[in-house]
């Protein structure tokens, strides 16, 4: 891999299952730094990546401010995490990247994409601001659980322009919500269930704009969460390396 960041692999015994969690990330060949900000915590199941808006140093204040922050409140809040303790920390996510930014001319701004596993396990949570996404594989099939917040999904979706136009090129890179929006937009935040043989993917757009559907199946399906995290950045790299790529994997078993 070219200059690239590996986080352990986590294994956490819940109630109703065994989860297994790994990460990853990749500065790619076109910014010579990563922008890129994962999180796979050490004792608590769940995960989260940011990717910040641009290559200065708005960009790294924003992961820099957004991740830690949604790490300690997630842990602060626990075991009472829930829809409403989420909200409550996606909004003090947008407080801390405004203050990051308060005062400088670069836009300082990022994505978020988070999953949160309750203690019990079967229940899990999905926080999401931007265009990094969150994929569930079950049963061999590969679904996107999450929408970018991009002018170029709505052009798409209500057929403003085609899929491969110059004008929905553009609008990929107009997020229509993010950290440290001017005003401050909530999360989508989605319930979601686990069970056993589920593998999620978090990712960046490094990794879901440069890997196909059916290289991220396949790896998905075939390899350990670690081995699918080097697969991927590995496919990301082998398609140009255009954009730093982060992913992190999560897989379900049955509770040991």
Known sequence: MNRNESHEPRR???TDLT?????????GDRYRDNYDVLHVDATLPFAVVADGMGDGEGSRRAGAAAVPTFAALVREAWPEIGADRLRTVVDAVQAAVLEAGRGRPQLTGCTLTGLVVEPEGGQ??????GDSRAYRLRDDLLELATIDHTVAWLGVLHGWYPTDSPAAARARYQLTRYAGHPAAPEADLLAVTLRPGDTWLLCTDGVSDQVSYHVMQEALTSSEPADAVRTLLRASLDAGGIDNASAIVLRASPAR
């Open 19 to 27: 989860l297994e969690v790994a990460g990853g990330s990749v500065v």
């Open 124 to 129: 899990g949570w999905v926080v999401q601001l």
């Open 12 to 14: 956490f015994t819940l």
